[in-house]
């Protein structure tokens, strides 16, 4: 089984709607991650957050808000989707450690109309 | 200037030779160092790490950091087909955030 999954892969949607996109991890690690990544931009950091009492803003959080359910889940919501979060967004978890290694989930494709 | 820079490609080599892959950041500061590859429509996945100023080789890949002069490259030996992707640098320091490159893409040809 995979060590970090996102659901749902794929979602359509339509201007204005909220959008939530769920990462589960069982690598027991106390930090996720969620980030985007549009052509040409590379991969943008959304929110963080190091354990289940701490969130962080990333370097592109209008628009997006996060919750910590849990150790292993970390969801983000889109409250009102625009056309511009039409993204591939990853969620990525790593160890409470020096090395900050990164391992990321499959990624959702959201395309908003 | 970008926190970290790569050239977007695509670099093109023949299947078998060497392919180098060339980073460069502009924090002093930085401590860590990753390449990511990323297939088309996939997740980045970690191949290489690296923290210390020389080499550090893993099978095929050899990553090299230099940080009097703020670059770290990845090097690819019989490069092969199934290498062709997007290999991304990611650098950080103790803020535990990485800042990527955009990528750059590699093509194989057999």
């Known amino acids: 089984d995979a060590d970090v999954t996102q659901t749902p892969r794929n979602r359509i949607t339509k201007t204005g709607k909220r959008i939530m996109l769920e990462c589960s991890q069982t690598?027991?690690?106390?930090?996720m991650y969620w980030y985007r990544q549009d052509p040409g931009l590379g991969l943008r950091l959304i929110y963080y957050?190091?354990?289940?009492?701490?969130?962080n803003k990333g370097e592109i959080s209008d628009g997006y808000s996060v919750s910590r359910q849990a150790q292993a889940k970390f969801s983000l919501s889109l409250e009102s989707a625009i056309p511009n979060q039409t993204a591939l967004y990853f969620c990525?978890?790593?160890?409470?450690?020096?090395?900050?290694?990164?391992?990321f989930g499959p990624g959702t494709r959201l395309t908003v109309l | 200037q970008k926190e970290v820079e790569q050239n977007s490609g695509p670099l093109s080599v023949p299947e078998g030779a060497i392919a180098s892959l060339n980073c460069t950041y502009s924090?002093?500061?930085?401590?860590?160092f990753f390449w990511y590859r990323q297939y088309s429509g996939k997740s980045p996945e970690l191949i290489m790490f690296?923290?210390?100023?020389g080499d550090k080789e893993d099978g095929r890949f050899t990553a090299q950091l230099n940080k009097a002069s703020q670059y770290v490259s990845l090097l690819i030996r019989d490069s092969q087909p199934s290498d062709s992707a997007t290999y991304l640098c990611?650098?950080?320091?103790?803020?535990?955030?990485?800042?990527f490159g955009t990528g750059t893409r590699l093509l194989v040809s057999p």
């Open positions: 990525a978890t790593c160890a409470s450690d020096d090395r900050n290694e990164q391992f």
């Open positions: 690296i923290y210390s100023n």
């Open positions: 957050s190091f354990d289940v009492k701490d969130i």
């Open positions: 924090d002093r500061g930085s401590q860590s």
């Open positions: 990611a650098v950080t320091k103790y803020s535990q955030k990485l800042v």
């Open positions: 690598k027991g690690h106390d930090r």
